[in-house]
């Protein structure tokens, strides 16, 4: 149920950063006819902020799959543990099923 809450914990700091990156400030223009220089600036502002999205997403990306390989580690662990407590309650059930019955023998034997 709330597997999902790591995953969220280390994605939320990078939002911000993913935002900001794929709003680029572009260039603030002196008038109203777009310049050649203006155009380079915005297209390299353009690249930059795409190259800075894939690294995160890079990041992002190796991020979630260490929580991936965590959380199926963390069930196989779970599972094991499960079997073990299953076969003890198993042990458990029998043994006092045989107390039981050596008790009700015994109290039958004293009649």
Known sequence: ????L???KIFLPYLAQIVTAA???F????DK???EETTRNQIAELQDAVTHN???LKVL???LQQIINDIDSGAAKMEKENRTNRRLVLLAL???LLSIMLWAFSWGTNL
């Open 1 to 4: 149920m709330v597997a999902w």
């Open 6 to 8: 790591p995953a969220a």
């Open 23 to 25: 709003i680029p400030a």
């Open 27 to 30: 260039t603030k223009k002196a």
């Open 33 to 35: 006819t777009v310049t």
């Open 54 to 56: 894939a690294e995160a």
């Open 61 to 63: 990306a190796t991020q």
């Open 94 to 96: 029998g043994l006092s």
